[in-house]
């Protein structure tokens, strides 16, 4: 395999931003500074970037987790907190998310050691789409669906189009079902700040066509044959 996109298979980076890894020096193979590109490499070739070793993964590992309020998306947290990775056990695989979901929402969460597969899905260019449940204050007006709709402007930029479906209406809250394929941090929830009526719940029930299903909080299952197909076939 050639050597940058060994790396982004890793999960180190981007296969554009290993190349300039590449290109700045900052890789070694079995201890030699490589800056050219098409080096190929195998799982048996020791590798660094910026000084630290590089574990090529042999075995690629997909998981969807419902990840729990009060975890981290990441794969380490300075302050101490928890993360995602503490809830999966029995993988010897260094795996890490693909995206993320704030500290206070839940649901639909990968994690994988396929650096392609988890930059195809990222991507903004591809437009997966992704499903949220969403429980907000009051009952927001006619006006304000169609402008999430349509698209509303939240900081410096508009979001595109969204599908909501009002499921529910109660006395002081409504939950609605978002559905967008943008990815922009707390995005959701700014555009639902937008229109007057806070985030009380967050849930992502849906990415890409692959459902969340009955999975409880914390547990996780690797994906199935059909549904690595279904994420993978555009490719």
């Known amino acids: 395999m050639r050597l940058q996109k060994a790396l982004a298979h890793s999960g180190v980076a981007s296969r554009r931003r290993a190349e300039e890894y590449i290109r700045e020096g900052r890789v070694k193979v079995n201890g030699q500074v490589v800056n050219e590109m098409g080096v190929v490499v195998t799982a048996n070739d020791n590798i660094e970037v910026d000084g630290k070793p590089i574990k090529l993964e042999s075995k690629k590992v997909y998981i969807l987790l419902h990840k729990p ?56 260019k591809h ?10 204050k009051g009952k927001p007006s006619e006006n304000a669906i169609q402008s999430l709709r349509k698209g509303i402007k939240i900081e410096n930029y508009i979001t595109a189009p969204a599908y909501v479906n009002v499921l529910s209406i109660y006395e002081n809250k409504t939950k609605l079902e978002i559905t967008i394929h943008e990815g922009r941090n707390r995005q959701v929830r700014k555009m639902c700040e937008k229109i007057g009526n806070p985030v009380i719940r967050l849930k992502r029930v849906a990415y890409g066509g692959v459902q969340l299903g009955n999975l409880k909080p914390g547990e996780w299952r690797y994906l199935t044959e059909s549904e690595k197909k279904r994420l993978m076939e555009k490719m």
């Open 69 to 124: 309020k009060g975890y981290i998306t990441s794969v380490s947290d300075p302050k101490g907190r928890k993360t995602v990775i503490d809830l999966i056990d029995g993988i010897e695989e260094r795996i890490y998310p693909v995206g993320r979901l704030d500290y206070d929402s839940s649901g639909l969460l990968f994690l994988t050691n396929d650096g392609q597969f988890a930059n195809f899905l990222m991507h903004p």
């Open 127 to 136: 437009e997966i789409l992704k499903t949220y449940i969403v429980t907000v």
